[in-house]
């Protein structure tokens, strides 16, 4: 019997992208494999260091953390986020798992989420079987809600929110005593922006404002499953508690894995100029193929259009060995958008760009 659960949920997304990756794979050069935001580009030694180091692990873990981890994270929340004022952190298994049962944790009735979003905000809404509503970026036009998604920089679209925006976004929490999260994963992966967090705007009061961050892409920690939150003591001091009974411990060699990976920035700073250079090398091949690209001024993807449907984009680059990501995996309103991601070698990217180039001179 199939489980009513599994019925509601939407088929995984990615299975309609298969035939494509066949198609792209028939490239006499092999398939280029930009669709998944899965980091290929190594763990830092002293990083992964770190983790054989601590390979003896007899005990459980805590789910608050170690001391030293919650220390790392509160002295990198302050100096990264420019948060002030009272908050609590919390260690997750990826932000993943946060995204997904948060609504549940919290009971919510109605969650809001970006119109062109990371497909898990919609899923965590149908697993709590809350009303879930898709929304613009600006808050002044949000309805009553008692939980709201904001991702900046943002998935898909490398797009970031601007003062105002997230001055509404807080407004609206306030009207309303309505929580907000924001997704701030790729905080550090600015190209010519600075994007900022949510707590730069908060004055110190953190009253129903979380934000979560993960060192995935960050960190190429992808494979540890190394995230955490941040924000008002009162509500992450609930969700701790839900979580000590729910399992989810991060397990204690990543937890010591992370307070290192915590305590440097080279490493970022490194990553982003990785990416940064990835998107120069492909944004002037697309574009001569005709694609217009829009915001992509942070994280790790291009979001590009041809003003065609999306999947006959992906049908041509998958003609050149290139698998791309559908905008509609991100909501009706990504139908003639294509997800480009920078998560390959430079090698692959100067390659694709080469085909690209190539199949426009004919
Ligand atoms: C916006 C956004 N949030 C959360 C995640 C989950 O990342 P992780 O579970 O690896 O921390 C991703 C992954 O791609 C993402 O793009």
Known sequence: MCSPLRKKLPDFPWDAL????????????????????????????????VLAESANSPSYPTTAGTPDLQEA?????????????????????????????????LQSQVVLYPRVAYPTYLVGAMLAQAQEIAVDIDAASWPKAD???VNSPANPTGRV?????????????????????????YLE????????????YTDGDNTNILAVHSLSKRSSLAGYRAAF????PALIAAIREIRKHAG????????????QALKDDAHVAQA???????????????????FRIDDSVAGLYLWCTRNEDAWASVDWLAELGILATPGTFYGPDGASHIRIAMTATDAAIADAASRINAAIKG
């Open 229 to 232: 939150m941040v924000g008002d």
């Open 18 to 49: 298969a035939p494509y990756g066949v198609k792209a794979r028939k490239h006499p050069g092999g398939m280029i494999d930009l669709s998944q935001g899965t980091p290929v580009d190594p763990t830092p030694e002293f990083i992964q260091k």
């Open 272 to 290: 982003r100029a990785r990416y940064n250079a990835r998107r120069a090398t492909l944004t002037p091949a697309l574009i001569a193929a005709g």
């Open 147 to 149: 939980l709201a998604w």
């Open 73 to 105: 994270i509160r002295t990198w929340a302050t100096s990264h986020l420019g948060i002030t004022g009272e908050f609590d952190v919390l260690p997750l298994i990826g932000s993943k798992e946060l995204v997904a049962w948060l609504p549940t944790f």
């Open 248 to 259: 989810m411990m991060v397990a204690l060699p990543v937890q010591k894995a992370m307070t």
């Open 189 to 200: 992966f600015g190209d010519g922006v600075t994007p900022t967090s949510i707590f730069n």
């Open 161 to 185: 929110h601007t003062d105002a925006e997230y001055r509404a976004v807080i407004d609206w929490s306030r009207k309303n005593h309505s929580v907000v999260i924001s997704d701030e994963c």
